[in-house]
Structures are given as structure tokens and as C-alpha cells.
């Protein structure tokens, strides 16, 4: 499965590191790359418990990501390559 980045229009393969689907708070689905979530500050840094730019912010190894679409907040797993990088389903990978 892949889709349009919904910031640059490339493609997003949610089984990359770090490609991001959003599809478990509403009735849409957001694709956006790691590094463009990251320039259009959908990408939440941790506050007080990291630098920003770490992985983990004490909750498994998730970011905060905002849907650009709707401002939902949804958590999604970085780090080593895993078969899945679906916010919704933490059960791949």
C-alpha cells in the first residue's frame, strides 16, 4: 500500500522507516514523509524528555504526529526497519 505525500506529493510507502500513515483517528487517511512532517512541524518534538529530534518519548518508541488535515494527534513508531509503519496497527513489526 502506498500513497501522496500529503506535503511534497511524492510517494509514501508506510512499510518504510520512515514514511507516516495516519489513518487511525477519522475517516481519512494522511501519508507524509518523516523529513517533510518534520519541516512543516507536524512532527511534535518531546518536550522534557528528549532533544526533539530522539525517538522515544517514554511511550515505546513513538512520536506525536499531528493530521494536517484535521490537527488529530496520533502516535507512530520510529527506528529500526519494521514490516509496517501504520500508526493505527502497532502489531506489524
Known amino acids: 500500500m ?10 509514501v510507502f508506510p ?7 495516519l489513518d487511525g483517528h477519522a475517516d481519512h487517511a494522511v501519508y507524509m514523509h518523516r523529513r517533510c512532517a518534520e519541516g512543516y512541524n507536524a512532527l511534535e518534538s518531546v518536550d ?12 515505546g518508541g513513538t512520536r506525536p504526529v499531528v493530521c494536517p ?11 529500526p526497519p519494521a514490516s509496517s509503519r501504520r500508526a493505527s496497527d502497532s502489531s506489524h513489526g
Open 2 to 11: 502506498s500513497g501522496e505525500c500529503y506535503f511534497c506529493n511524492g510517494i
Open 48 to 59: 522534557g524528555t528528549g532533544t526533539g529530534d530522539g525517538d522515544d518519548d517514554g511511550d
Open 69 to 79: 488535515e484535521c490537527d488529530a494527534v496520533e502516535h507512530v513508531a520510529f527506528g
Open 15 to 21: 512499510s518504510e522507516p520512515d514514511d507516516i500513515l
